[in-house]
């Protein structure tokens, strides 16, 4: 379900993308800039609405629908996925037969003579 809606909603961003980037600015003419664009009805000079203006309103209505049940279906997943009632598995230890060996320290911590303690005198 939400592969499809996924993909719905990759397909929507693109063509919602091309319809408004094939529209034409309402400010295009020249005329618009030098004040030209004051005598424009109340709808436009158009009329009141193009084809590209319908399947960019439908575009934005469909791209705002499946923004909010992705945002829903993301908000309310299941933590069971992640935590769950099931213990870790428990961790195996390695046994062997074999005893071990002794090692000798290294030479160069030998350790010190034991101290003597001086000849005691006759006083």
Known sequence: MSLLL??????VCIALILIVLLQTGKGADMGA???GGA???LFGTTGASTFLS???TAAAVVFMLTS????YMA???SEGRLL???????????T??????????PADTVAPPPETQPPATGE
Not at 6 to 11: K, R, Y
Not at 68 to 71: D, I, T
């Open 54 to 56: 319908k399947a960019t």
């Open 68 to 71: 909010l049940m992705l945002a």
């Open 96 to 105: 062997t037969t074999e005893t071990p060996v002794a090692v000798p320290p």
């Open 84 to 94: 769950s009632d099931t213990p870790p598995p428990a961790v195996q230890t390695q």
């Open 39 to 41: 005598s424009q009805t």
């Open 33 to 35: 800039a030098f004040g």
């Open 75 to 77: 908000g309310n997943r």
């Open 6 to 11: 996924v993909a719905v909603h990759v397909f």
